[in-house]
């Protein structure tokens, strides 16, 4: 069952801009983690980020994690064209260990 | 580099063909497992695997099975091919911590089509 939600579904925006996408999920969780596709491709992990951490960054990557709220943001910075992709929440349910996806945001960078 | 590969990028079979999927990966992880990927529902999980001839269900097991005899490859079958499996099918592998699953690594998906 699909545990975790994007918002928005899609969003567009002109290189050098930041792009922000939000993850939304209900059962209490031991990590949530994001992943990137690239058209007709595999997903690659982007960065994970556990219960007990609020903030985490990689590079022009920076995710928050609220557990109060079973929410979590994905912030990129000066996007570039090569940005342009679908972006996955995954969470690592508390209850069962496996990973539950939602059906991501798909981003459009414009140069 | 972890890799994972999958058998065919592309693939037309007809209804009632029995489908072969194999994902091979090799960086000696524990688990393996077998997503679809449809428009707007994301990935759901069909199989997983933990260990060598062991298998778990996942949320939309009917119409598949699988196969795992060896640690690094893992089969995805499709006994009688229906329409609505038409989909890309993503294989991933990653490792245990602990309790805790960390990481997954994907291959490049299939896409198949069933006429």
């Known amino acids: 069952s699909q545990q975790g939600e994007e918002d928005p579904q899609a969003l567009s925006i002109q290189e050098g801009e930041n792009a922000t996408m939000n993850c939304s999920y209900k059962t209490s969780i031991n990590n949530l983690q994001w992943y990137r596709q690239n058209s007709g491709r595999g997903l690659v992990h982007l960065i994970l980020?556990?219960?007990?951490?609020r903030e985490k960054h990689s590079g022009r990557l920076r995710v928050t994690l609220d557990t109060s709220k079973k929410s979590s943001s994905l912030l990129i910075t000066a996007s570039r064209a090569a940005d342009t992709a679908s972006y996955f929440c995954?969470?690592?349910?508390?209850?069962?260990?496996?990973?539950?996806f939602g059906a991501g945001t798909t981003v459009t960078v414009r140069a | 580099d972890v890799k994972v590969t999958q058998s065919s990028r592309y693939l037309v079979k007809r209804t009632g063909e029995k489908v072969f999927l194999e994902c091979v990966q090799d960086?000696?992880?524990?688990?393996m497992f077998w997503y679809r990927q449809d428009p707007g529902l994301g990935l759901r999980l069909i199989y997983f695997?933990?260990?060598?001839?062991?298998?778990e269900k996942g949320d939309i097991p009917e119409g598949y099975s699988v196969s795992r005899e060896k640690k690094e490859r893992f089969s995805l079958i499709l006994e009688s091919a229906s329409t609505n499996q038409t989909s890309m099918y993503l294989c991933?592998?990653?490792?245990?911590?602990?309790?805790?699953?960390?990481?997954?690594?994907f291959g490049p998906g299939t896409r198949l089509l069933v006429l």
């Open positions: 960086m000696d992880h524990e688990n």
């Open positions: 991933a592998s990653s490792l245990t911590s602990g309790a805790h699953q960390e990481t997954q690594y």
């Open positions: 695997s933990y260990d060598v001839k062991m298998k």
């Open positions: 995954a969470t690592e349910r508390s209850n069962d260990y496996k990973l539950s």
């Open positions: 980020i556990r219960s007990n951490e």
